[in-house]
Structures are given as structure tokens and as C-alpha cells.
């Protein structure tokens, strides 16, 4: 499976992006989907995580009640909508599937990141 993340670009605080996540080859339907971001000087931190069957989600406290992630399997997508945004949600994000959670050494897959800016 190999994962491409799209959607990224510049926004300015309190806007919007959406980034999508789907695979280029093979499906990963059967696997629980996370995102994770990591800026400049930082260690990469988790963002999201949504299980296979789209019944769980959970996030990390910095983004609850701004973002949501979400997937469609019928279009092996999973997407991670972010509202609200602030220049501290600048980083390259990435989306990995493997085990449902929070745990990068869970995962089994990671795509290439897509670059979000948040202007001030």
C-alpha cells in the first residue's frame, strides 16, 4: 500500500483546509488511518486517528473540537477536515494506516506529507 496525501497549501488563521488521503496502489479499507504532523524543529506528533469501520475516532487535545477526521471506504479515502486554524498548526502532515490509535510504530504505511502554513 502506498498512501499520498493531498489538500495542503496556505491558509490564514482561523481558516480552513481539508487534506485527503487515499493510496496509489492497494487498498487500506481494513486498516485503522492516522494522521500525524511534524514542524520545522519539532518531533512529529499525532494529529487523528479513525478506525477501519469508521465507528472510532480520537484526536489529540490540541486539535478536539477543530478538526475531524473522517474516511470513505468506497472511495478508499480518508480525509481530515481542520477548522480554526492558528500558525501553530503549521506543519507537513502526514497520514499512515496500520493499528488504530496514536502510536506511530503502529503503523504500517505512511504516505509522503502535504505542507499546511497558517498565516498569522
Known amino acids: 500500500v502506498q498512501l499520498q496525501a493531498f489538500g495542503g497549501g496556505l491558509v490564514q488563521a482561523g481558516g480552513y483546509l481539508t487534506l485527503s488521503c487515499a493510496p496509489s496502489k492497494g487498498s487500506f479499507n481494513t486498516y485503522g488511518t492516522s494522521w500525524f504532523r511534524q514542524a520545522p524543529g519539532k518531533e512529529r506528533e499525532f494529529v487523528a486517528t479513525?478506525?477501519?469501520?469508521?465507528?472510532?475516532?480520537d484526536y489529540a487535545d490540541s486539535v478536539k473540537g477543530r478538526f475531524i477526521i473522517s474516511r470513505d471506504n468506497g472511495k478508499n479515502t480518508v480525509y481530515l477536515q481542520m477548522d480554526g486554524l492558528k500558525p501553530e498548526d503549521t506543519a507537513v502532515y502526514y497520514c499512515?494506516?496500520?493499528?488504530?490509535?496514536?502510536?506511530?510504530?503502529?503503523?504500517?504505511?505512511w504516505g509522503k506529507g502535504t505542507q499546511v502554513t497558517v498565516s498569522s
Open positions: 499512515a494506516a496500520g493499528m488504530y490509535g496514536s502510536n506511530p510504530n503502529g503503523m504500517t504505511y
Open positions: 479513525i478506525s477501519w469501520s469508521h465507528f472510532s475516532t
